[in-house]
């Protein structure tokens, strides 16, 4: 009974460098996200997919990059890493525009 | 543009009954989503209204006024494990293919 899995849960990059954060759903949801949450401003969206191999811009999509090609799985990239990318970042599906169910969250620092 | 308000915090006492608003202002209205979220946690889903009234749900309500822009969730009997944010979503239709823009959050304390 897993939902939507994050990987990793912790990490911490130094200024410049790239990583991929995972998402993976096993609900076949067609719609999934990215949101980021920084204190007092709740979550926004970063970039979002409604199906495999579409993928289209949310709120704050500059610096990040994603990719949905099979339907369980969307990858946030950052190529280059800034201070201002720390944040907890999380994934989201959900069947159609109903109740969207949300990862555990993956807590990025970059120094 | 998008405009959703939420206090930043609120406390209440255990066994009270909290009521927890949200205005919004947005070009269009196809749905508000109430969610509730422990610290460190993920966001899990309270309620969804989309017609004007109360939404009842064990001791979580929700209700809306679509011509105010106004919600509120109501929690009665409350409880330690209340303790949370709980955070007001909108979906508008206008928006980023009527995608959800979330207010701030309010974050909870329950007292005993």
């Known amino acids: 009974n897993a939902g939507v899995t994050q990987t990793p849960k912790f990490r911490v990059l130094k200024t410049g460098q790239s990583m991929t954060l995972l998402c993976a759903q096993d609900?076949?949801?067609?719609?999934m996200y990215w949101y980021r949450q920084d204190p007092g401003m709740g979550l926004r969206l970063i970039h979002y997919?409604?199906?495999?191999?579409?993928?289209a811009k949310g709120e704050v999509p500059d610096g990040y990059n994603v990719s949905r090609l099979k339907k369980q799985n969307f990858l946030l990239g950052l190529e280059s890493a800034a201070p201002s990318q720390t944040s907890v970042y999380f994934c989201a599906s959900s069947r159609g525009q109903g109740i969207s169910f949300f990862g555990q969250g993956t807590r990025l620092t970059v120094v | 543009g998008q405009n959703i308000d939420q206090p930043t915090e609120m406390t209440a006492t255990e066994g009270a009954i909290v009521q927890i608003n949200c205005t919004y202002q947005?070009?269009?209205?196809?749905?508000l989503f109430w969610y509730q979220q422990h610290a460190g946690e993920a966001p899990t889903f309270l309620s969804y209204?989309?017609?004007?009234g109360l939404e009842e749900k064990g001791r979580f309500s929700s209700f809306l006024s679509r011509s105010k822009g106004y919600s509120y969730l109501l929690l009665k009997e409350l409880q330690m494990k209340d303790s949370a944010s709980y955070l007001c979503?909108?979906?508008?239709?206008?928006?980023?293919?009527?995608?959800?823009?979330f207010g701030g959050g309010t974050r909870l304390m329950v007292k005993p």
């Open positions: 979503a909108v979906r508008d239709p206008n928006n980023a293919g009527n995608m959800l823009t």
């Open positions: 609900m076949n949801h067609e719609y």
């Open positions: 209204n989309v017609l004007d």
């Open positions: 997919s409604v199906g495999e191999g579409t993928t």
């Open positions: 947005t070009s269009g209205f196809n749905g």
